[in-house]
Nanobody, 119 residues
Framework: QVQLVESGGGLVQPGGSLKLSCAAS????????MAWYRQAPGQQRELVAA???????NYADSVKGRFTISRDNAKSTVYLQMNSLKPEDTAVYYC?????????????WGQGTLVTVSS
């Protein structure tokens, strides 16, 4: 079973950048598709970005061109580089592992990290 721990959240001004990290342990990281979700107050949790072991990626339309997801299998870590942040990006960001590829019967969530975009 995979365990996930996110880090890197915090307070940033509009237009600024943050890089989130999600470290995995307990299983073979490369077997899983990794994703970032976010949940703003009063809103449903939504997919932000995902990356397969083959480095295929997909992004929510709202973050395309601003956010980049990447993974380092040697470090069992997935990253989310967030640039040109907007107040509407404020949310708790969650890391999720799905797999093992090509299956999806295992889903594991991290505890979340808060990102606040405000002046």
């Amino acid at each position: 079973q995979v365990q996930l721990v996110e880090s890197g959240g915090g307070l940033v001004q509009p237009g600024g950048s943050l890089k989130l990290s999600c470290a995995a342990s307990g299983s073979i990281f490369r077997m899983y598709t990794m994703a970032w979700y976010r949940q703003a107050p009063g809103q449903q949790r939504e997919l932000v970005a995902a990356i397969t072991n083959a480095r295929n990626t997909n992004y929510a339309d709202s973050v395309k061109g601003r956010f980049t997801i990447s993974r380092d299998n040697a470090k069992s870590t997935v990253y989310l580089q967030m640039n040109s942040l907007k107040p509407e990006d404020t949310a708790v960001y969650y890391c999720k592992a799905v797999g093992p590829e090509p299956y999806t019967y295992v889903e594991v969530w991290g505890q979340g990290t808060l990102v606040t975009v405000s002046s």
